[in-house]
């Protein structure tokens, strides 16, 4: 497997890795909220020697409503981002869903995030792969594992071959999503590292109505699943008050028991 370098001290896939997380908000609402959050979780990854890289949307292009808070936008999202990344020294993600937002992102960020529903679209992983960062991509829940592979190799054909795929739950039914985590070897099949998306698995998609609802209970279920499985990194939403979160409230983990949580999840990845 092609291990795949964030920065000096991350890297993520093989053997002598070891578990990675990738977490933060849903979108982001305000500085001072990804501030404390990013702050709040690096703080828990230090004390537990887990590499951390922080993650937040600028814009969420998908929402189900048209009322629905979408987050501060591409200038002002990428300048909160810029601002973690240097008052935390810490590798920020953010996903784009246009080739126009490729080269801006680029500028800040360490790893560009493919959306699930765009992970099919050439010319925009064609862009991701050029810009030389770090390209992950999410699976999109239509999609069988294998397939992924052609999207691989469409950011493969620029010379980028620092990929990640990312596990996120397949469509089952109305507003119900499904983890089969045989997908996770099979991901890894295509040659690249695997990370698991614990909190969007447990989405219910539109759900209620003019929004997603979720089931964040199973969070630490899922969790602990793909690690037992093999997954290389984790991709968390995490929040300090879920319930009153501007998007996907509903599937993210209370910022207080994130802690508790990765004690577990790193025995595990131990045994």
Same mark, same amino acid.
């Given at each position: 497997?092609?291990?795949?370098?964030?920065?000096?001290?991350?890297?993520?896939?093989?053997?002598?890795?070891?578990?990675?997380?990738?977490?933060?908000?849903?979108?982001?609402?305000?500085?001072?909220?990804?501030?404390?959050?990013?702050?709040?979780?690096?703080?828990?990854?230090?004390?537990?020697?887990?590499?951390?890289?922080?993650?937040?949307?600028?814009?969420?292009?998908?929402?189900?409503?048209?009322?629905?808070?979408?987050?501060?936008?591409?200038?002002?999202?990428?300048?909160?981002?810029?601002?973690?990344?240097?008052?935390?020294?810490?590798?920020?993600?953010?996903?784009?869903?246009?080739?126009?937002?490729?080269?801006?992102?680029?500028?800040?960020?360490?790893?560009?995030?493919?959306?699930?529903?765009?992970?099919?679209?050439?010319?925009?992983?064609?862009?991701?792969?050029?810009?030389?960062?770090?390209?992950?991509?999410?699976?999109?829940?239509?999609?069988?594992?294998?397939?992924?592979?052609?999207?691989?190799?469409?950011?493969?054909?620029?010379?980028?071959?620092?990929?990640?795929?990312?596990?996120?739950?397949?469509?089952?039914?109305?507003?119900?999503?499904?983890? %089969?985590?045989?997908?996770? /070897?099979? *991901? &890894? !099949?295509?040659?690249?590292?695997?990370?698991? +998306? =614990?909190?969007?698995?447990?989405?219910?998609?539109?759900?209620?109505?003019?929004?997603?609802?979720? %089931?964040?209970?199973?969070? /630490?279920? *899922? &969790? !602990?699943?793909?690690?037992?499985?093999?997954? +290389? =990194?984790?991709?968390?939403?995490?929040?300090?008050?879920?319930?009153?979160?501007?998007?996907?409230?509903?599937?993210?983990?209370?910022?207080?028991?994130?802690?508790?949580?990765?004690?577990?999840?790193?025995?595990?990845?131990?045994?």
């Amino acid at each position: 497997m092609i291990t795949v370098q964030i920065n000096d001290h991350i890297t993520i896939g093989g053997p002598e890795a070891g578990l990675v997380l990738i977490a933060g908000p849903c979108v982001l609402e305000s500085r001072d909220g990804a501030f404390k959050i990013a702050e709040k979780t690096a703080e828990m990854c230090q004390r537990l020697a887990l590499p951390y890289i922080f993650k937040a949307s600028f814009d969420k292009a998908n929402r189900s409503s048209i009322e629905a808070y979408r987050g501060p936008g591409l200038e002002k999202g990428l300048e909160i981002l810029a601002a973690v990344k240097e008052q935390f020294e810490l590798p920020v993600t953010t996903d784009i869903h246009t080739v126009e937002q490729v080269e801006a992102a680029a500028a800040v960020v360490d790893i560009i995030q493919i959306p699930a529903f765009l992970c099919r679209q050439t010319d925009l992983l064609l862009a991701a792969g050029r810009s030389d960062r770090v390209v992950n991509i999410k699976k999109g829940q239509f999609m069988a594992p294998g397939d992924m592979r052609q999207a691989v190799n469409k950011v493969a054909s620029t010379g980028n071959r620092r990929i990640l795929l990312t596990e996120r739950g397949t469509t089952f039914g109305y507003n119900n999503l499904v983890v %089969d985590f045989r997908s996770l /070897p099979l *991901l &890894a !099949a295509c040659g690249c590292p695997v990370v698991f +998306d =614990a909190t969007h698995s447990v989405q219910l998609p539109s759900a209620q109505g003019e929004s997603s609802g979720g %089931d964040r209970a199973m969070i /630490p279920v *899922l &969790a !602990a699943a793909a690690v037992a499985a093999g997954a +290389d =990194a984790l991709f968390m939403e995490v929040h300090p008050e879920p319930d009153k979160a501007l998007c996907d409230g509903a599937n993210s983990l209370p910022l207080a028991e994130l802690e508790t949580l990765l004690k577990r999840l790193l025995a595990l990845s131990k045994v």
